[in-house]
């Protein structure tokens, strides 16, 4: 099953923040207590794989953070690589040999523990040797694997380096599934690489990580979400991506959103993520109610307790404390599409008397962060019984960009990709690899 695409602004804004470049740079091997076989020291750190002969951009996927202890399948032997950049990037290597199976790595007191070997630094990367895979948390990846400990010390994020071609196959077998028909999946892979490489292009530089594994960013399942039909639809879009002018006269790529089952219109980007990119200003789209099963295109009413989505909105947006407990909930812009309305703004009302406004979308992933049970917002919100209930709900996710059954339905009809992105992203344009 395919999964809802949550693109949020404000999500994104809260993970961008980037860690300080304040890491400390000290490395030292500390204990060498044996138990991992044989290791040997190596050259500084590689650079990134080639393939073809050309080099491949690489895509750092987030796939774990703020965390104290993890663990790692690497196959027979790995590398472990230790940067140290007071030395002016040159880093150092250590190998490892005759491992059988899962490598247990931890952080605690300022010393990392990869097996029975600590080592103290800001960022550590690993190579499998014969394989381009390892495993983490039950799924496969390709590429590397890093570990940059956190501002704080006391946890680090776990970072996936990888080809994008490679990554695009983790993405588009985990967003769609793989007997769709292959313009859709071509359609797919163009609009997740652009995506991809927007989010890089905008956020990357002042963090360790370019995108999230998750609905957040786009879904991201590694090998695992691999098959021969998605690689043929990455392979054949290789290096495409869509671009559109740009508020400054050039042309550009734009942050190509998409959502599972837009329920017949999608929806001006600006009205739910407050940019502006005249690609996203929305499509009546008459094809997903054909491609979504009933139960998702049509979702059932869903109930939140009162004070719950009270709690949660007041943690989420801390400009809301000053409105006490929140009282009202009303829909003061939507966009009209005739027999149904998308809510774009609401207006909280609270106990103390004052109000405030929020993107409906931020209402909708504050109330339910899996975006699974109040899964879009074409709904209407009322107060029943001490709950806030939304009812009359329709299509899954925030319905910007490509509609991902919609170009199922197109598809099936005997449309290209070119057409399905032409369609749901108008005035844009696929330019060849970059
Ligand atoms: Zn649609």
Not at 274 to 293: K, N, Q, W
């Amino acid at each position: 099953m395919f999964s809802p695409i949550i693109n949020n602004q404000s999500q994104r804004t809260n993970i961008t923040s980037p860690r300080s470049s304040g890491y400390r740079i000290r490395l030292a091997l500390l204990l060498l207590l044996g138990g991992l076989g044989a290791c040997k020291e190596g050259p500084h750190i590689g650079s990134a794989p080639r393939m073809g002969g050309q080099l491949e951009q690489l895509v750092r996927v987030l796939l774990e953070n703020d965390v104290t202890a993890c663990t790692v399948k690497v196959g027979a032997s790995f590398e472990v690589g230790i940067e140290t950049a007071s030395a002016g990037g040159e880093g150092r290597k250590k190998h490892f040999e005759d491992i059988d199976g899962a490598i247990e790595i931890a952080l605690s007191g300022g010393i990392i523990t990869i097996g029975n070997e600590a080592f103290e630094g800001d960022e550590i990367s690993i190579k499998p040797d014969r394989v381009d895979v390892f495993g983490l948390g039950g799924s496969d990846y390709r590429g590397t694997l890093r570990l940059v400990v956190n501002e704080n010390g006391n946890s680090f994020d776990v970072i996936n380096h990888v080809a994008i071609e490679s990554y695009l196959s983790g993405v588009v077998g985990a967003e769609m599934p793989n007997y769709w028909e292959p313009e859709a999946l071509k359609a797919q892979a163009i609009a997740a690489r652009t995506y991809c490489l927007y989010i890089k292009q905008r956020f990357g530089s002042k963090r360790k990580w370019d995108v999230g594994r998750t609905q957040a960013h786009q879904v991201y399942r590694g090998v695992d979400a691999e098959s021969a039909q998605v690689r043929i639809a990455v392979n054949q879009t290789k290096g495409k991506v869509l671009v559109c002018k740009q508020a400054n006269g050039d042309e550009g790529i734009f942050p190509c959103y998409y959502s599972s089952a837009c329920g017949g219109h999608t929806e001006n980007s600006n009205h739910v993520f407050g940019d502006s990119f005249a690609p996203l200003v929305g499509a009546p789209c008459p094809y997903c109610v054909e491609v979504a099963r009933p139960k998702y295109y049509f979702w059932p009413s869903a109930g939140f307790d009162n004070k719950e989505v009270s709690e949660k909105l007041l943690k989420n947006y801390p400009k809301l404390k000053r409105l006490g407990q929140i009282t009202d909930i009303t829909a003061i812009e939507q966009t009209d599409y005739g027999t149904y309305r998308r809510l774009t703004r609401i207006k909280l009302s609270g106990s103390t008397g004052k109000s405030d406004t929020l993107r409906a979308e931020d209402l909708r992933l504050t109330v339910d962060p899996s975006g699974r049970i109040l899964r879009s917002t074409i709904c209407e919100i009322s107060k029943s019984g001490g709950k806030w209930v939304f009812c009359f709900g329709r299509g899954f996710g925030h319905g910007v960009g490509m509609c991902q059954c919609g170009a199922q339905g197109m598809a099936r009809q005997g449309s290209s990709a070119e057409q399905i992105l032409e369609y749901y992203y108008p005035g844009s344009r696929i330019t060849g690899a970059r």
